[in-house]
């Protein structure tokens, strides 16, 4: 599945609880989609958030993967002085996998966006999840981890100090 570069544009990201420590993580934006499985391995949900909120301090790079079972899904967020972007490679076997290089993985997404619709776009996944489950339900699909409370209450302070967000923030947050 070849990707372009897309410019930057509106992000949406869902994730989507299944049952026994499963879930999807759906992302789409004007140029592309993608439907990623993963496993409560690693705690997926909670990583992704940390990531976005790392960036807003001297981070500029942000690692972290996904455990699909047996793929690898890695994602690398590169901070520039307006734009975060978002690398999500695969690789074949997560058991080998997390020591190689990134070009060693094939780019299944590749884009470009501000700090305020990426971050926007997690921070909107986390608390629509938190919406729908609650912390128990959360914890009853996802098994292994609890709702990353204090993360998502990081990220949602980041990002209303400091990107001027300006797009509705309507759902519960813990
Ligand atoms: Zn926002």
Not at 60 to 71: C, G, I, K, L, N
Request: net charge negative.
């Amino acid at each position: 599945m070849p990707f372009a570069q897309a410019p930057t544009g509106a992000l949406q990201l869902k994730w989507e609880l299944r049952n026994h420590g499963w879930a999807t993580c759906h992302l789409a934006d004007d140029s592309h989609q993608a439907s990623l499985s993963v496993s409560y391995c690693t705690d997926a949900l909670a990583d992704l958030v940390a990531a976005a909120g790392g960036l807003y301090g001297q981070l500029r790079t942000a690692r972290f993967f996904f455990d699909a079972e047996p793929q690898e899904l890695r994602w690398v967020l590169r901070a520039t002085d307006a734009l975060i972007d978002v690398t999500i490679y695969q690789f074949p076997d997560v058991s080998v996998s997390p020591g190689l290089p990134d070009n060693a993985g094939t780019v299944i997404w590749q884009s470009a966006y501000s700090r305020r619709l990426f971050s926007h776009a997690v921070l909107n996944a986390a608390q629509t999840v938190y919406t729908e489950h609650g912390e128990a339900g959360y914890q009853a699909k996802w098994m292994l981890h609890p709702f990353p409370v204090a993360l998502v209450q990081d990220l949602r302070r980041l990002h209303l100090r400091n990107d001027d967000c300006g797009l509705p923030h309507d759902h519960a947050h813990p």
